[in-house]
């Protein structure tokens, strides 16, 4: 079983910029690719970015291309997702997960974080 805690989640001005962090509960982490998604009110869950489990490969949905980044580190056991040029429409739960390969698809992520709020004022 691997437990994943989300961080860093804030009210932030638009334009702003915040780090998120998940932290993963399992000697195994180095073996996951991990990804990002976000869940905001009344909308599906949607797919933010992704990293294999070497930190060599990732990338990010075309809606935040350019001003996200993911990133890891494997002796902390952490992933972490850099956010700038934050916009309104960037308000959303944003969840971590963890699965076996690089992916945008939801359902192929086996663990799940509890979340973490993001909200960007106008």
């Known amino acids: 079983q691997v437990q994943l805690v989300e961080s860093g989640g804030d009210l932030v001005q638009a334009g702003g910029s915040l780090r998120l962090s998940c932290v993963a509960s399992t000697r195994t982490f180095a073996n996951f690719a991990m990804g990002w998604f976000r869940q905001a009110p009344g909308k599906e869950r949607e797919f933010v970015g992704t990293?294999?489990?070497?930190?060599?490969?990732?990338y990010t949905a075309d809606s935040v291309k350019g001003r996200f980044t993911v990133s890891r580190d494997n002796a902390k056991n952490t992933v972490y997702l850099q956010m700038n040029s934050l916009k309104p429409d960037d308000t959303a739960v944003y969840y971590c997960a963890a699965g076996p390969h690089l992916s945008a698809l939801a359902s192929e992520y086996d663990y799940w974080g509890q979340g973490t709020q993001v909200t960007v004022a106008s």
């Open positions: 990293i294999n489990w070497r930190g060599t490969s990732s």
